[in-house]
Each structure stands twice: as structure tokens, then as C-alpha cells.
């Protein structure tokens, strides 16, 4: 009987990790015949990616944060392959896979080997796939300007301890927005194109989210007039979620963007095509069973609704 064969993709980051040392060995004792290769600099996932497709691998496991998952995922769904992908988070954030309910602990996301894959939607912008969320505005600025040393000290809550104390600068950005039967504009504060739920380490933009239903979800913040006491007071009272403005779309364009920048997965979208577009079941992935992200085929209607 041939034994079951997975490739491990790891962030070089991880190369010394014991724990996940551990747990590709204590998968190998268990019958699966698990090779890990490491990377090294942009480009190498895609790379990795090909040559384990070339080989014949049926499984693939992407380690590391947001951007290595992302860049597994987008090499996987170029690629138009049927082989399975396992994602085993280790960065700081991990928002896609703390939405889906995936282990943060290797070995345990390991064991997602044995769970049968769901066949899940992607994003795509400018040419880029997506796995979680585009970000824009002040979630962005604070994803981009978070350091790795800060990341190193204080996990995901260095996400918010840069937001706070940049807050000062917070300023608004104009957009216009269309898709079909939706059209939005003015000054927003920060703006969530969601396949997963959450970004900037644990910001909920897309709370309704989910990755089987072929649909983004659009989450505006708009700008109010007195922009940093009125958020302020609306943190505090809990009403920061009544003033979003929400959809769900196949595809949304953003016709103006006056100093919106944004983010794919955290990294910054290239190029100027600022069409989003969903890609309906383009990739096979390992969830928990009763993941959130999941939507079950009785309520698939409803949700879309």
C-alpha cells in the first residue's frame, strides 16, 4: 500500500521551529511520507509550489504567516491543480486561519491532513490573488508601518499598540465603489473586501464572511465629521459596528481612490486595476469540520440573500 505523500512549504523564519519539527515527525511515525522544503526569498513558495505539483504531490502544507499562506494559495490556484492544501499558521496575525477555527498549534494543523478538503473561493485584484481580505485606510497604514521587532515583543497585539499610537494621524480617504445593484461614495475611514473575516490582527471588517458562497463581502467605515472623538466615543460604547456599510457582491470596482491604498493579505496591491472580483470554489482546502467560514449547502441561499 503506498503511503499517503504531503510537501511542506515553510517560511525560512520557521526553519528551527521544534514544534513543527515534531509534528512533520510525528506524521511521518504515522504513516505519511512528509518532505518539507524551506524559503528563502520572494518568489520561492510559487516556485516550491510547481516543483511539488510536478512531482506528484497531492497535499500541500503552506507554513508561515498571512503572505506565505496567500502566496501558496495563489501559486495553487494559477496553477488550476486538484491537489489539497493544508495551512499550518505560525506568523503573527493569522487572521485568515483564526476565523476558520485552524489549530495554531503544527501539529494539530497537521492533523487537518485527515480532514476531507473543501473546495473554497479565492479574491482576485490587479491580477493578485487573495485568500482572506483587501484592507484599506488606517488598517492598512497600521499593517504596514507594524515592525517585526514589535511583532517579535508583542505578538498580534502590536497591531493595535501601533494603531494607538498613531491615531493622531488618522485621516480620511475618498472612494467610490460599484457592483452590481451597489454604488457607494465619500470619505472613509477603512474599508474590508472580504473572502475571510478578519485583518491587522484581529480587526473583524467582514464579521459574515465565509469562503463557499462565490460572493465578497464589503465593508465600509465612513468618515464621520468630528473624526477621532466620535470614534473614540463609539469604541467605547460598543457602536462602531452600526455604522458600517455592508454588502455582498461577486464583484466590486473602485472607481475613485483619493488616498486609499490597498492591501492584498496585507501586501500592497500593484498596479492601478482596482476591480475585485471572486473566484467561486478555486482552490481545495483542509477546514475543520464546523468551520465559521464554512456556510452549509441548506443555508447557501439564505447567506447569499
Not at 490556484?77 to 493544508?86: E, G, I, M, R
Not at 491580477?127 to 499593517?143: D, E, H, K, P, Y
Not at 499610537?165 to 472613509?188: C, M, N, Q, V
Not at 483619493?258 to 471572486?278: C, T
Amino acid at each position: 500500500m503506498t503511503s499517503p505523500k504531503a510537501l511542506l512549504i515553510l517560511h525560512g523564519k520557521q526553519a528551527l521551529n521544534e514544534d513543527v519539527r515534531a509534528a512533520v515527525q510525528a506524521r511521518r511515525e504515522q504513516g505519511w511520507e512528509l518532505a518539507v522544503r524551506v524559503t528563502w526569498e520572494g518568489g520561492d513558495a510559487k516556485r516550491l509550489v510547481h516543483e511539488a505539483l510536478d512531482a506528484g504531490y497531492t497535499h500541500l502544507i503552506a507554513g508561515g504567516g498571512d503572505g506565505t499562506l496567500r502566496d501558496v494559495a495563489e501559486a495553487m490556484a494559477q496553477a488550476k491543480t486538484d491537489a489539497s492544501l493544508v495551512l499550518m499558521p505560525l506568523g503573527t496575525a493569522n487572521d485568515f486561519a483564526r476565523a476558520a477555527g485552524v489549530p495554531l498549534e503544527p501539529a494539530q494543523a497537521l492533523a487537518l491532513l485527515e480532514v476531507p478538503p473543501t473546495a473554497i473561493d479565492l479574491g482576485q485584484a490587479g491580477g493578485q490573488i487573495f485568500l482572506n481580505m483587501a484592507t484599506g485606510g488606517f488598517g492598512s497604514q497600521v499593517t504596514a508601518n507594524t515592525s517585526e521587532d514589535l511583532k517579535k515583543v508583542l505578538g498580534g497585539a502590536a497591531y493595535l499598540f501601533t494603531g494607538l499610537t498613531r491615531f493622531s494621524e488618522l485621516k480620511a480617504a475618498y472612494g467610490e465603489l460599484e457592483g452590481p445593484g451597489f454604488h457607494w461614495k465619500g470619505d472613509l475611514l477603512a474599508l474590508g473586501i472580504g473572502n475571510g473575516r478578519q485583518a491587522g490582527g484581529g480587526h473583524v471588517l467582514c464579521p459574515g464572511a465565509v469562503v463557499d458562497d462565490g460572493l465578497l463581502d464589503i465593508s465600509i467605515l465612513p468618515a464621520p465629521q468630528e473624526v477621532v472623538g466620535t470614534l473614540l466615543t463609539l469604541m467605547s460604547d460598543g457602536g462602531l459596528d452600526n455604522i458600517f456599510v455592508r454588502a455582498r457582491l461577486p464583484w466590486v470596482e473602485i472607481k475613485v481612490a483619493d488616498g486609499l491604498y490597498i492591501n492584498l493579505d496585507g501586501e500592497p496591491l500593484k498596479g492601478d486595476d482596482l476591480r475585485f472580483v471572486a473566484l467561486p470554489k478555486a482552490l481545495r482546502v483542509h477546514l475543520p469540520v464546523g468551520s465559521p467560514l464554512v456556510v452549509e449547502a441548506d443555508d447557501l441561499l439564505a447567506h447569499r440573500e
